[in-house]
């Protein structure tokens, strides 16, 4: 082979994607753009109407529409090949010329001036060809990495636009293998498995061609092997897909075990169930090992390099016969024999590349699954623009994170701008649920959500959520600095006044300065870690730098020293200043000075109304707090977790 452009895929790290040049961005534009989305949508929604069988028809013509940005780089590759292959056929060919013109001379005297002829030409033959190796390998290299990289940019881009709940029903490690892995497999497809591909397909055709020119009688041992070689090669590749298809899917479990066990860490560790997990894990691996030595095994169990050699042989005593009857001299009888030799390197790596290409077709199917499946796409948001004033509604609303099994039932309620709301219920009741519907994290699945009169699936998604924040439980913070997990989703976050401004509001501005950096420390793998509380206040303050007219507040302090959960507590009565907040707290001083209150059970509001208002009228909500009032209420206290503030 000219080239040796495999590198074992462990071996590799794939770089993130470099979005730059200018060939390469209109690959990726037209990777995501209208047309093609257009079309692969419409591929993907006949698919969903199909079985799998149909699905799978349809990638081949996805991978051709992926490919269609790179026909430039296609089209020097096959030149730069077509030049290295006809070159290199006709190489045994130009030297036995070379042979007739020393040995086989009527005469019987070397004729020394054609030799030299002959050598002059040889030696630019092997430049040319040497060019057009050179030319292929760039162009291939291009486009492989050119198809990885589009194909991770889709894959993220996609996932990016699925709602939550697409994510609640999949696991991120799968997800991740298919922007990873499944994407590295079409860069390992393309080079080098379509090299090996095109060099098989030219190195057949080529020996064919210059074997007719020699004498076209010798043309049968070769054609009967061509003929052979594809149905062992059709029959070889039918064997292979099934297992190639496994493979890729065990990569995808055993990737999304190691993600969840490492996001889970800590539980891992305080559970004692590191054992129980690297059991788990060694059992996947292992799962990942058989599918892969299944796959290789099915791959060395080709029939073509056997097929080869009788070939050969066939050829050998097919030239000796001609040469017997002077119908053929030695040089011919070495050039087809060169050429025969010719078909070895690529007979022997064809099924190995057709491995490679069932396994980038198997990483295909996977990435298109995602980009392609219009599950999840938050495409039901509307127009509406403009500002957030801040008055919310709920008119009947019924949703439930799975079919059937409602959390919230026909809830209603109607808020004016800056109302603080609390909500108060047992655990399980449905608080944090109703929180999530107030930016369209979810839809409801009956009733509408109402934001200043408009259904929340009317307003544009981004109009809504940039003046909508929602502070959640858990919070998230990314491994980046302080500055850039304030500033996230903000245009105006990059304003550093402003964001110490926030800061000071949610009582974080001076643990800031005191970190080594400030601003600029990096959180996380990298940097420094934070307590509960800091968390906390960092996406109160991330919160505030949005401005946001809404404000929902999912507040769990109780896992945090009594003086850290005073900071908190004051950084959200700040926050909550001015604006329309819903605020789920287990603190009793912050739920009794908000201006209205909703009383869930099992998923229903069964009152609303002030914290006067409810003691007097609402039996449930007197039991949640007659542990910490004067006069105990009847029925003793609930399970809402409610508590007396501590300062
Ligand atoms: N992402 C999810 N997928 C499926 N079910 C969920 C999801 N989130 C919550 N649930 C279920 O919905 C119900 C209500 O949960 P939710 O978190 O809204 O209650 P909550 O009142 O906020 O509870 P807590 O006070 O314990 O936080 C629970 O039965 C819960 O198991």
Partial sequence: MRRCLFRPPDLRTPGPPDLSGPG?????????????????????????????????????????????????????????????????????LVTGLAFDAVLDQDDGSPDFGTFHAIAAGLFALVVVRALGGIMSTYSLESFASGLERNARAQVFA??????????????????????TGDAESLNLMVSPGFDLAVDLALNILMPIVFIALVDPRLLVSPVVFVLLFAVALAEHGRRLEPVSDTARERFGDMTAQASESIAGIEVVGSTGGADQERARFTDLARAYRDASVRQIRTQALALSPLLLTLATVGALVHSVILLRDDSLSIGELVAVLGLMGTLRAPTQLASFSLGLIYLGMAGAQRIKEVVDD???????????????VGEVAMENVTFGYEPGKPVLRDVSFRVAPGTTVAIVGATGSGKSTLLHLLNRTYIPDEGRVLVDGVPTTDWDIGALRSRTSVIEQDVMLFSRSIAENLSL??????????????????????????????????????????????????AIARALIADPRILAVDDATSAVDSATEYEVQRAMRQASDGRTTFLVTPRLSRIRAADHILVLDAGRIVDQGSHEQLLRDCSLYRRIFAPYLSTPAPGGPDSAGAKEESH
């Fill in 374 to 388: 219009p599950e999840g796409e938050d495409e039901r948001g509307g127009r509406h623009t403009g500002p957030v």
């Fill in 158 to 179: 996609s996932l990016l636009r699925k709602s939550q709940g697409y994510f609640n029903r999949r696991r991120v490690g799968d997800l991740s293998a298919r922007a």
């Fill in 24 to 92: 390469d961005a209109a690959a990726l534009d037209h990777g995501q753009g209208a047309p093609m989305t257009a079309e692969t949508m419409a591929g993907a929604t006949a698919a969903d109407d199909t079985d799998d069988d149909a699905d799978r028809r349809s990638v081949p013509r996805w991978l051709l529409a992926q490919m269609r940005p790179f026909r430039p780089y296609i089209a020097l590759f096959l030149l730069g090949s077509l030049a290295w292959q006809s070159l290199t056929a006709a190489i045994p």
């Fill in 489 to 538: 989703g903000s245009d105006n976050g990059t304003d550093r006044s402003r964001m110490e401004d926030a800061a000071r509001i949610a009582q974080a501005h001076d643990f800031i300065t005191a970190a080594e950096n400030g601003y600029d420390t990096v959180i996380g793998e990298r940097g420094v870690t934070l307590s509960g509380g800091q968390r906390q206040r960092l």
